[in-house]
C-alpha cells in the first residue's frame, strides 16, 4: 500500500509534555506532509518535508524524514490542550498523478490538562 | 472568508435516493479532490479534477459522479444510495502539488 500509516494510533499525554507520532511509508517519495483534524473538522495542513530535506520545523512543530528508512516523525513540543487532534502524514509518491496523497488512519493526540 | 466550502454540511437521506454535495473554493487553485472518510477515520481519495479535467478517478462505484463546471467548483453528485455510503465527504483544493486545503465536510447518513 502507497498510504502513509501512522504509529501509534493514540498517544495521550499531560500538557506541557512532548507529542512524538510516527509515520512509515513505502514508495520512493516527491514529498510528505502532515495534516491535523480536530473532531467535527476537516483536515488542515500543518507542514510539507520535500524528500531532499531531513528536518524541517514551524513553531512548536518539528518534523523529520530519513527516506532511507521510509520514515517520518511529527514531534509538538510543550503540547497544549489545544492540540488534541488526529493527526495524518500523507505520502506524495513520487511516480503519482499531480497532487495525490495517501492518507493513512491518523494518530489520534489527546492532551490532558 | 471561507477557502474551500462544502453544502450541506448534514446530510440524512433515504436509500436508493439520489444527492448531491457542492463544493467551491476561492483560493485560485487549478486541483480539487473529493475525499471519503470512513467511521476508523480512513481518509480515501476518490477523484480529482486539475483544470476541470478528471486526472484521478478511484475504484468507486459508477453511482458516484463528480462534476466541475469551473475551476472553483467540483460537485459530487451519488445516485441510488447505499446504507455502505454512510461517511464523511471531503472537497479539497490545490495549488500544483502543494498544500491541500480541506472544505468541513459533509456528513452524509443513509438510512
Known amino acids: 500500500s502507497q498510504q502513509g500509516e501512522e504509529d501509534p494510533q493514540a498517544l495521550s499525554i499531560q500538557e506541557g509534555e512532548n507529542a512524538t507520532m510516527n509515520c512509515s511509508y513505502k514508495?520512493?517519495?516527491?514529498?510528505l506532509q502532515w495534516y491535523r483534524q480536530n473532531s467535527g473538522r476537516g483536515l488542515v495542513h500543518l507542514i510539507l518535508?520535500?524528500?531532499?530535506?531531513r528536518e524541517k520545523h514551524s513553531g512548536r512543530l518539528r518534523v523529520t524524514l530519513d527516506t532511507s528508512k521510509k520514515s517520518s516523525s511529527l514531534l509538538i513540543t510543550a503540547s497544549r490542550a489545544a492540540d488534541t487532534a488526529s493527526y495524518f502524514c500523507a505520502p506524495q509518491d513520487r511516480g503519482s498523478t499531480l497532487g495525490r496523497l495517501y492518507f493513512g488512519r491518523g494518530t489520534q493526540l489527546t492532551v490532558w490538562p | 472568508d471561507t477557502a474551500v466550502s462544502q453544502t450541506p454540511k448534514y446530510l440524512v437521506t433515504q436509500m436508493g435516493n439520489d444527492k448531491s454535495i457542492k463544493c467551491e473554493q476561492n483560493?485560485?487553485?487549478?486541483?480539487m479532490y473529493w475525499y471519503k472518510q470512513d467511521s476508523k477515520k480512513f481518509l480515501k481519495i476518490m477523484f480529482s479534477?486539475?483544470?476541470?479535467?478528471?486526472?484521478i478517478n478511484e475504484t468507486v462505484p459508477n453511482r458516484f459522479s463528480p462534476k466541475s463546471p469551473d475551476k472553483a467548483h467540483l460537485n459530487l453528485h451519488i445516485n441510488s444510495l447505499e446504507l455502505g455510503d454512510s461517511a464523511v465527504y471531503f472537497c479539497a483544493s490545490s495549488r500544483n502539488t502543494y498544500e491541500q486545503y480541506f472544505g468541513p465536510g459533509t456528513r452524509l447518513t443513509v438510512t
Open positions: 483560493l485560485g487553485h487549478d486541483t
Open positions: 518535508i520535500r524528500s531532499n530535506e
Open positions: 479534477y486539475n483544470n476541470k479535467e478528471l486526472i
Open positions: 514508495t520512493s517519495i516527491n514529498n
